[in-house]
């Protein structure tokens, strides 16, 4: 449903000369840590992020809050997100632990939270990206039948 919901957004975006629309897989992550699964709380916080949005004093009342507060915050939702993914591979009987999918999956995390930069002259790729990029690359150039001896 979220897939159909992300398609049905974009199309009406591309129709109205809109930007394309962004899944925020946050969400899912706090979701996770507290368990809440009604719409209607979704629907608040829809309320709630559009009224930061357009109502100046709300949104400076966010801002007062210190950086190493929000980061603490990031770091648990982001945090519960990966053990969100990592736990619907592990439920869908994935083969997550086999030598090459474990090795391909630790690089990317450690490339995209190790704080790894890659750079070839003006052209630097670091974080997300660079992890992103790391996954595929990997997953095309490691042997499918590959071995903790290989």
Do not use: H
């Amino acid at each position: 449903r979220t897939l159909l919901g992300n398609g049905a957004a974009n199309t009406v975006a591309a129709f109205i000369g809109g930007p394309p629309v962004r899944i925020y897989a946050e969400i899912t992550g706090a979701v996770a840590v507290f368990k809440k699964w009604d719409p209607a709380i979704m629907v608040w916080a829809a309320i709630l992020a559009m009224a930061l949005a357009f109502v100046g004093k709300l949104s400076a009342i966010i801002q007062t809050i210190p950086d190493p507060v929000s980061g603490g915050i990031l770091i648990l939702f982001f945090g519960a997100l990966v053990v969100a993914g990592i736990n619907c591979l592990l439920q869908v009987e994935s083969k997550l632990m086999e030598f090459r999918n474990l090795l391909i999956v630790v690089i990317i995390l450690v490339t995209g939270i190790g704080g790894i930069t890659f750079s070839a002259g003006a052209f630097t790729l670091k974080g997300v990206a660079l992890a992103t990029l790391t996954g595929v690359i990997l997953n095309r150039i490691l042997p499918d039948e590959m071995t903790d001896e290989s």
